[in-house]
């Protein structure tokens, strides 16, 4: 055989190795798809780079297997060894965009050994040994944890195969039983906060993801999750200021501010990123009207003077800038708005440390790099190439398109005022202990000791607040049991943003 078919077969047998290793670990979408999005703006100065090494930076900090016997779960860090739903779901989604099939299967396998049975969803507080006791007991849920590991299942699908169908939807079943409720007098479809309690008389508005529900009907063929979708993005329109577009942290099932959380905090950060998911997807203009006002008055403000807390008409709560979740949220929801607006958004938020906030921070920034490289592609809707065999039944998304969002007309804005807000966070400042937004390797300069200064104040307040209403409802106590009254007396609707 001459030297060039010996190379020739060498090429041959290596190339029919390589599609062999693709086809047996099943992955369908390989990152970076770089597809972006049937609607809205992908900015031009974030790449699918960016978002790797974030995601890479986030992997070698907060993924860990310290549990043994194939586990993974996402390191929360107060106290260290522990981990919150919250984490778990936002873990889940990332390394299923990424293709990490080993790790997610781990994270999605440590989210089951500490499922209550009569639940079907996880604790929303736990550690290697199972629920966290010290936290009041860490078997109740959280409706924001949950919503993300329902959706990151539904993504496995599209990712990896048939083997994450049934978990899919049998989770999809708990979420809507154990999180979800129909409010009589509106008729709404609302979330709870957890299983403990809230829909009707509360519900947090960062916990709403209706482009989530819509792909979960999708992938159903439930029209539950669609009314759940409408009925969040009309709340959005009712809750909002007519000046800011800020909406509360809690409202009830008419859209009224619940209990004076007329303001905005870590939680509510995530909101315009929520809302942005829905239009990118599927063009909901309530989802644009939501993000652009929004986006408005940030950029009247200046994208690196808002800093971490408002009233919902505008006046400053916080006193910190560049927070990676604050700054991050604005940036995906600018991405409803224009070319011009998401660019100059995205070129500050891309100055920000990868771990400037701790998990919290470093989570959301994966997360919002990946929306905002083009790569937070919808499950269901077929992938560029158009070979992917779509999670939902052919046929039922036939009419979507994906297309980037570069070169559609810009709007012009205004120039942003001048701004004296502070930047950083006293140093003083320590880490509550049961605080949703927190996790610390070092207390240093930069974002993370701002998370725990606003959630110190945050958790007091939510304290109160979860006695008096657990005092009004014995009888929701005594449904739900000690363990999960327990849990929120002492700490779960304090926990910041988790």
Not at 118 to 128: A, F, I, R
Request: aromatic share 12%; net charge neutral; glycine share 14%.
């Amino acid at each position: 055989m001459s030297f060039l078919c010996r190379i020739t077969a060498f090429a041959c047998a290596l190339l029919t190795g390589l599609l062999w290793s693709r086809v047996s670990f099943g992955q369908r979408r390989p990152f970076p798809q770089n597809g972006g999005y049937a609607h809205g703006f992908v900015p031009s100065n974030i790449s699918a780079k960016d978002a790797l090494s974030s995601y890479t930076a986030w992997k070698a900090k907060y993924l860990k297997n310290d549990c043994g016997d194939g586990y993974y779960r996402v390191e929360f860090g107060s106290p260290r060894g522990t981990t919150v739903s919250e984490g778990q779901g936002y873990g889940m989604v990332l390394t299923v965009y990424f293709g990490d099939k080993t790790q997610f299967d781990g994270l999605w396998k440590f989210a089951r050994k500490n499922t209550r049975p009569d639940l079907g969803l996880m604790g929303w507080k736990v550690n290697c040994g199972g629920f966290d006791k010290y936290e009041g007991g860490g078997g109740g849920t959280a409706t924001d944890g949950d919503t993300d590991i329902g959706f990151a299942l539904v993504a496995a699908v599209d990712q990896w195969g048939d083997e994450y169908r049934q978990p899919a939807l049998e989770y999809l079943g708990n979420l809507k039983r154990v999180d979800f409720t129909t409010c009589k007098a509106s008729g709404r479809v609302m979330s709870t906060a957890g299983n403990w309690g809230g829909g009707c008389d509360f519900s947090n508005t960062s916990y709403f993801m209706p482009g989530y529900y819509r792909v979960f009907a999708q992938f159903s063929g439930d029209p539950f999750w669609t009314k759940a979708a409408d009925d969040a993005e009309a709340l959005y329109l009712l809750s909002r200021d007519p000046s800011t577009g800020l909406m509360p942290n809690e409202v009830d099932e008419r859209g009224a501010p619940h209990d004076n959380e007329v303001y905005v905090d870590y939680n509510g950060c995530r909101t315009p990123w929520r809302a942005a998911a829905d239009y990118l997807w599927y063009g909901t203009p309530e989802a644009k009207s939501a993000d652009d006002k929004m986006t408005e008055w940030v950029d009247s403000i200046g994208i690196g003077k808002v800093v971490d807390g408002y009233f919902i008409d505008g006046r400053p709560k916080g006193k910190y800038t560049q927070q990676n979740p604050w700054v991050g949220g604005w940036t995906c929801g600018a991405m409803t708005k224009s070319q011009e607006i998401v660019n100059r958004f995205a070129a500050d938020f891309k100055s920000i440390d990868d771990d400037e906030g701790g998990y919290y921070g470093s989570s959301l920034r994966s997360l919002y790099l990946l929306m905002l490289s083009g790569n937070f592609w919808r499950p269901g809707n077929p992938a560029p190439g158009g070979d992917l065999r779509s999670s939902m039944d052919a046929g039922m998304d036939a009419g979507a398109t994906i297309r980037p969002g570069e070169g559609v007309p810009v709007r012009k804005q205004t120039e942003a005022p001048a701004d004296t807000a502070q930047s950083g966070p006293p140093t003083s400042a320590l880490p509550p202990k049961g605080c949703g937004a927190c996790s610390y390797g070092s207390q240093r300069s930069g974002p993370a000791g701002a998370v725990a200064f606003s959630a110190m104040v945050a958790l007091a307040l939510r304290r109160k607040r979860s006695r008096r209403r657990l005092a009004r409802s014995p009888s929701s106590r005594d449904e739900i049991g000690d363990d999960a009254g327990n849990r929120r007396e002492d700490a779960s609707d304090d926990r910041g943003a988790e």
